[in-house]
C-alpha cells in the first residue's frame, strides 16, 4: 500500500531554514511526480513545488528563488528545502505523490510549519 511520511516541520524565526522529507513507500518512486502543498487556516491549498520524474521543477511564485525540491531515489524521499522563511509560509504542509493531474494522487499526513518571532 502506498504511504507517504513527512517530517521536519517546526517552529522557526523569519529568515531561518528548514528542510522537509517525504519517504514514500509502496510506489514505484521513479515514475512518479513529487508535489509539496501548503494550506494555512482560511486559505486555499497552493502547490508549492513539483519534481517529475526526469528531475523537472516547478515553484509557486510566492516561493521562487527561497525553496528547492529535490529527490533522493535511493531513499525513495523527496525533500523541500526551504530557506529565508517567511511568517506567511505558515502552513500545513504535504507530501504528494501523481502520475497524471487528473489523480488525486497519493498524500502524506503532513507536517506544521510556523514561521513567527
Known amino acids: 500500500q502506498a504511504q507517504l511520511v513527512e517530517s521536519g516541520g517546526g517552529l522557526v524565526q523569519p529568515g531561518g531554514s528548514l528542510r522537509l522529507s517525504c519517504a514514500a513507500s509502496g510506489i514505484t518512486f521513479s515514475i512518479y511526480t513529487m508535489n509539496w502543498y501548503r494550506q494555512a487556516p482560511g486559505k486555499q491549498q497552493e502547490l508549492v513545488a513539483s519534481i517529475t520524474r526526469s528531475d523537472t521543477t516547478f515553484y509557486a511564485d510566492s516561493v521562487k528563488g527561497r525553496f528547492t525540491i529535490s529527490r533522493e531515489a535511493a531513499k525513495n524521499t523527496v525533500y523541500l528545502q526551504m530557506n529565508s522563511l517567511k511568517p506567511e509560509d505558515t502552513a500545513v504542509y504535504y507530501c504528494?505523490?501523481?502520475?497524471?493531474?487528473?489523480?488525486?494522487?497519493?498524500w502524506g499526513q503532513g507536517t506544521q510549519v510556523t514561521v513567527s518571532s
Open positions: 504528494n505523490a501523481k502520475i497524471w493531474t487528473s489523480q488525486s494522487g497519493h
